[in-house]
Nanobody, 123 residues
């Protein structure tokens, strides 16, 4: 069964940091480009970041540029999202997803999704 699994979510104060991880079962994660998305209550799913399979090309949403960093360790078959200087508006469920094709932050370009991990930024 093909599956992506996110971990690392939690509660943090504004200005704090969290690192999310994305692991896979049933597929070789190191072959695929991976995106991170988030969804806040009542909002559409929003693309946060993209990283290609080699890890040498990334793109970010304007709202997280300079604060979030995506990376991967293909030897460990893991993809990460380092989130620094977190703000209240970063609170959301975060998902990793697989894309086959050109780089994009459009959710409809992704074909395999994890179940999500909750990130809450509160004081």
């Amino acid at each position: 069964q093909l599956q992506l699994v996110e971990s690392g979510g939690g509660s943090v104060q504004p200005g704090g940091s969290l690192r999310l991880s994305c692991a896979a079962s049933g597929l070789a994660l190191d072959y695929y480009s991976i995106g991170w998305f988030r969804q806040r209550p009542g909002k559409e799913r929003e693309g946060v970041s993209y990283i290609n399979s080699r890890g040498d090309y990334t793109i970010y949403a304007d709202s997280v540029k300079g604060r979030f960093t995506t990376s991967r360790d293909n030897a460990k078959k893991m993809v990460y999202l380092q989130m620094d200087n977190l703000k209240f508006e970063d609170s959301a469920i975060y998902y990793c997803a697989r894309i086959v094709g050109s780089a994009s932050l459009r959710a409809d370009r992704y074909d395999l999704w994890g179940q999500g991990t909750q990130v809450t930024v509160s004081s």
